[in-house]
């Protein structure tokens, strides 16, 4: 009974996830590029208006474009902004709407495009935070930070390497040091020098050091 409980509990569960299942719907003078980590390419059979989004962190990549008619020439043109993109971030599922003004005129329809704005709300109106950016300069951004995270992992690698070092020695340590060091040095010199040398060069030293300790005495 307690299984079957918790089973329905679950099943109530997904469906209630299922039914407020994120997503934002756009305007039809709004072309979607991109949402998140999906690109999209023009497609004439496929006109959605809402997409999928997620709890977190979304990136939308966007672009204005808006069919004008001149009434003196009997014809049209669209009117495209840069591209843009919206940041914003869902702390829980959440049906969105993105909202562009009302135009009026031409005018306007230019004047929107050299600097496109959006309202983000929730099915209570409820507006959503966001930022909007121009793509330029978001790429930017995401170059910088690239860099600046490259830089903070090298610095890190760097402070990992010197804590694996000895700890700074004092002045005392370091002349003890450098006397131990030059004190074996010789030595040191001696047995390289020996290993090197050729039997006759041997017999040669040998008896410079018989000579010399003759002298000695």
Known sequence: MV?????????LYLVSV???????KIPANIKVLQVNDTQFTANFFDRSTSHAIKIGLN????Q???????VENDDHSTIYSEPFVVIFTLKTAKELTLLVPEFNSEAQVRAYAKKPNILLVDRTQRNINHTLYDVKDYT???SNQFDLTKENKSARLINQQHEKLPQT???RNYSDS????????PLNMLHYWWHKASTEQKVEFLDNVNLESKKGK
């Open 59 to 62: 990136e939308l990549h966007l």
């Open 169 to 171: 020695v004092t002045e």
């Open 140 to 142: 930017s951004r995401q």
């Open 178 to 185: 450098i006397h131990q060091f030059t004190d074996k040095m």
């Open 64 to 70: 204005f474009k808006e069919l004008v008619e001149d």
């Open 18 to 24: 299922h039914a407020i299942a994120s997503e934002v």
């Open 3 to 11: 299984k079957s409980f918790i089973a329905n509990l679950t099943f």
